[in-house]
C-alpha cells in the first residue's frame, strides 16, 4: 500500500470450490482479465481451516494466497470468527447466542455466537494465531479482515455478569446507578448488582437509562472481541492493518467507537437501485451518505468492501443493475473518498442461502456476461483514475449524528411512537447540501466541529454538557449552526433537561421550546414566510415544536390552530455566528432554499447553476465528479453526459473525462 492505486476486486470463496482444480485455476485467469488487484479470502472458512478441534489445514489456502500473489493479487485476510465449525457448536453450547427472550440459539446461520464465552474466545484467538503465524509475514497479504459485520447481541448469564461488571465501572455504586435511570420511578431502586438484567420481551422495557446503558455495554462488548481478535494477530504480526466491514445505517453498534482502533474503515453497499417508487438519484443519495459517513469516522479513505456486481438476493425484490449502473455506483464510491471498489462475490456459490447472489462470475462462468465485462471495464477505470486515490475531501459542513442520541430518542416514548422519520430528517438536509457540491461529514458529540463552517443538528435530542459548550463557541466563532426541534432534550443518561430548553442553547438561539406536538402521518400545518415576498408557503409534518422567541427573527410561521404566529423556522444572531432553528420537518424545496442560500454565502461551490433532477456532484481532492443517476442523456457542466454516466473534472487543471 502507500503508491497511489485504487484496490479492485472482492469476497473469494475458493474453500467451496477445492474439488474442482480447474474452476480455481480459472478464476486467476479471470480475475486479471476483470483487473481484479485485491481479494478477500477466509471470511466463512471455519471449518476447512480446522476441521477437527486444534487440527489446522492452511495449506490448502496457503496455496491460493501463493498463486494470487504471483498474478499481482493483495490478500485482504479475514479470520472466520463470523461462523464458526458444528464440531465446536456441538462440544462448547456455552459459544451460542442466548436471545432477548433468553432461549439459547441452535447451530445454524452465522453472526450468532457470544462475544464473552471465554471458550469461544479461545478458540478463535487460537485459529486467528494460526493464521497469522502462516500468512503473517506473507508480502501478498495487505489487511487483515477482523470477522464479517459485527453486531448482534447476547443475553447469556456469562454476559449478563459482564454487563454488570461495566456498570460497576460506570457508575461506582449503586446509588449513582440508581440515580442517573431515575430508578425510583414504578419503584426500580436497585439494591444489589444482580439484581440488573439486560432489557427483555417478557422483562424490563421501561428504565430508559437501563436500555440505553445496555446499547452501550453490547458496542462495549463487541469492541473488546474486537481487540481480542486483533491483538491475537498483532502480537504475531506487529505491522498488521486492520479493517472491519460496517454495514448500511446499522446502529446496533456505535460505529464511532470502533474508528480509533481501525486501519481502515470499511463498509458493504446494498443500494435497492431501480426500485418502483424511488428515484435512482435518491437511491444514489442514501449511498453517497453513508460513504460520507464512513469516510468521516477517520477523515480518511476507505473501503467500499462489499457491493453487488449484478443483483442482491435478500432484498424484498431483487433488481438487476441496468446498464452503466455497476460504473455509476463504483464512481459514485471514489467520489465520496473511497481508496476500494469491492464486490460480493467474485463467483457465484452453487448452493445455500447466497446462490443466487450477483457474482462477477455467474454460474455460467463466462467472461462474456453483463457482470463481468462491466466490471473488468470499471476496473479499467480505477487505473485510469488511480491518481485520485488517497485524496483527502476539503472540511465544509458537518451533519452530527450521534448514535447515543438516536437510541435514547428512539427508545423514548414521546410526541410520536409510530417513528421519528430520523434518517429522513437527516436525508432532507443532506440531499440540500449535496445538490450543491456541498462536502459533508458526519460528527458525534466527541467530535471536533471547529474546522467548519455549517454544523446540521437534526433532532439531536440528547445534548451533552461538552458538545453543548463546543456550540456554543462554534457559533460564538462565527460559525453558522442549524438546529432542528426535539434537539437539546435530555442528558447522557436520558434524565431530562430541567429548566428551559434547546438546553444550554436558548441565547444561542433566541427561543426556548414550549411544547412540541406529534403529528399523524399525512397531518401537515400550514407555515407561512415573515417577509421573504414570493416565498413560497411550507409545511409542517411529524413534529411540530412552539417556541417562544427573545432574540430570534422567525423566517417563517405556523399559520393554523392555535400554533398560529408562533415560529416555525426563526435566525438568530449570537457572537459572530448565526443560527437557525426549524421548529418543524418540511418538505425537500424548504431545504434546497435554504441551504443554496447558506451554500452561496458559505462556500465557493464550483457548481454555479443547480444541476438537473438526477445529477448528483461530489468534490474530492482536485476532483469534482457530476453523476447522471438517470436512464436518459442529461446535460450538466457544459458536458453531454450519457445515462448513468460520470463527469470528472479536475478543478486545477480543467481535464474532464466521461465515464
Ligand atoms: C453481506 C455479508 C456477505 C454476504 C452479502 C450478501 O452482508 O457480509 O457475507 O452475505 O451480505 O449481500
Ligand atoms: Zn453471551
Redesign the pocket.
Known amino acids: 500500500m502507500g503508491e497511489r492505486r485504487f484496490y479492485h476486486g472482492g469476497?473469494y470463496n475458493p474453500e467451496q470450490w477445492l474439488k474442482m482444480p480447474e474452476i480455481l485455476n480459472k478464476d486467476l485467469e479471470l480475475m486479471e482479465k476483470a483487473r481484479v488487484n485485491i481479494v478477500t479470502l477466509g471470511?466463512f472458512s471455519w471449518s476447512m481451516l480446522e476441521p477437527e478441534e486444534g487440527k489446522y489445514d492452511l495449506d490448502w489456502l496457503a496455496d491460493i494466497i501463493d498463486k494470487l500473489y504471483a498474478r499481482g493479487i493483495s490478500v485482504d485476510l479475514a479470520t472466520p470468527s463470523a461462523a464458526k465449525p458444528a464440531w465446536l457448536a456441538q462440544k462448547y453450547p456455552e459459544v451460542l447466542r442466548v436471545g432477548a427472550n433468553r432461549v439459547r440459539e441452535k447451530y445454524g446461520n452465522r453472526h450468532s455466537h457470544c462475544y464473552t464465552s471465554p471458550v469461544y474466545r479461545e478458540k478463535v484467538r487460537a485459529v486467528d494465531q494460526a493464521l497469522a503465524r502462516r500468512f503473517g509475514a506473507h508480502p501478498g497479504v495487505v489487511m487483515w479482515h477482523i470477522s464479517?459485520?459485527l453486531g448482534g447481541e447476547c443475553h447469556c448469564e456469562l454476559c449478563q455478569n459482564a454487563f454488570r461488571e461495566w456498570l460497576r465501572g460506570r457508575y461506582g455504586s449503586l446509588d449513582k446507578l440508581n440515580e442517573a435511570w431515575n430508578s425510583a420511578f414504578w419503584s426500580h431502586i436497585y439494591s444489589d448488582w444482580s439484581q440488573i438484567e439486560s432489557p427483555a420481551p417478557h422483562g424490563e422495557g421501561a428504565m430508559h437509562g437501563l436500555i440505553l446503558d445496555w446499547k452501550r455495554f453490547v458496542t462495549q462488548r463487541t469492541l473488546d472481541f474486537y481487540r481480542m481478535e486483533r491483538d491475537a494477530v498483532r502480537e504475531l504480526v506487529p505491522g498488521a492493518k486492520f479493517t472491519v466491514?460496517m454495514?448500511y445505517r446499522f446502529d446496533g453498534l456505535d460505529y464511532y467507537k470502533f474508528a480509533p482502533g481501525l486501519d481502515m474503515i470499511s463498509w458493504?453497499d446494498?443500494p435497492t437501485w431501480h426500485k418502483a417508487g424511488e428515484s435512482d438519484e435518491e437511491i444514489a443519495l442514501k449511498s453517497s451518505m453513508m460513504h460520507d459517513f464512513f469516510y468521516s469516522l477517520k477523515g480518511q479513505p476507505f473501503w467500499m468492501m462489499?457491493s453487488?456486481p449484478s443483483m442482491?438476493n435478500?432484498q424484498p425484490v431483487s433488481k438487476v443493475k441496468k446498464p452503466g449502473v455497476q460504473m455509476l455506483s463504483g464512481l459514485n464510491a471514489v467520489a465520496h473518498g473511497a481508496d476500494a471498489v469491492m464486490y460480493?462475490q467474485w463467483r457465484q456459490s452453487r448452493g445455500a442461502v447466497?446462490k443466487f447472489?450477483g457474482a462477477v462470475v455467474g454460474h455460467d462462468g463466462r467472461e462474456d456476461s453483463r457482470p463481468f465485462r462491466e466490471t473488468a471495464e470499471l476496473g479499467k477505470a480505477l487505473e485510469a483514475l488511480s491518481p485520485i486515490a488517497g485524496a483527502l475531501r476539503a472540511k465544509e459542513a458537518a451533519i452530527v449524528y450521534d448514535v447515543e442520541s438516536k437510541w435514547a430518542m428512539e427508545g423514548a416514548q414521546g410526541p410520536r411512537n409510530i417513528g421519528l422519520g430520523y434518517w429522513d430528517e437527516v436525508m432532507l438536509h443532506y440531499r440540500a447540501l449535496q445538490k450543491r457540491a456541498v462536502t459533508v461529514d458526519f460528527v458525534n458529540e466527541d467530535g471536533d466541529i471547529s474546522g467548519y463552517k455549517l454544523v446540521v443538528c437534526p433532532m439531536l435530542y440528547m445534548l451533552r454538557e461538552d458538545f453543548c459548550e463546543k456550540l456554543r463557541a462554534f457559533v460564538a466563532g462565527g460559525g453558522t449552526l442549524v438546529l432542528t426541534y426535539w434537539s437539546g432534550v435530555a442528558d447522557e443518561t436520558d434524565l431530562c433537561r430541567l429548566g428551559d430548553t434547546p438546553y444550554g442553547l436558548t441565547d444561542v438561539l433566541g427561543l426556548r421550546r414550549l411544547e412540541i406536538d406529534g403529528m399523524y402521518d399525512g397531518e401537515t400545518r400550514r407555515c407561512v414566510p415573515v417577509s421573504a415576498e414570493n416565498a413560497p408557503e411550507a409545511f409542517g409534518r411529524v413534529l411540530c415544536e412552539v417556541a417562544e422567541v427573545s432574540t430570534a427573527k422567525p423566517l417563517y410561521k405556523y399559520a393554523e390552530d392555535y400554533f398560529k404566529g408562533a415560529p416555525a423556522a426563526a435566525v438568530n444572531f449570537f457572537g459572530n455566528g448565526r443560527t437557525y432553528y426549524l421548529a418543524t420537518r418540511f418538505e425537500p424545496g424548504f431545504y434546497s432554499e435554504l441551504y443554496a442560500k447558506l451554500a452561496a454565502d458559505l462556500f465557493d461551490s464550483p457548481i454555479k447553476q443547480p444541476l438537473p433532477e438526477g445529477v448528483l456532484p461530489a468534490k474530492r481532492g482536485d476532483w469534482l465528479f457530476v453523476q447522471n443517476t438517470t436512464g436518459e442523456e442529461a446535460e450538466a457542466m457544459d458536458a453531454k453526459l450519457p445515462p448513468y454516466g460520470t463527469l470528472i473534472l479536475n478543478l486545477k487543471t480543467g481535464e474532464r473525462l466521461i465515464y
Open positions: 469476497d471470511v464479517n459485520e466491514n454495514m458493504d446494498y462489499e453487488s442482491t435478500w460480493f447466497e447472489h
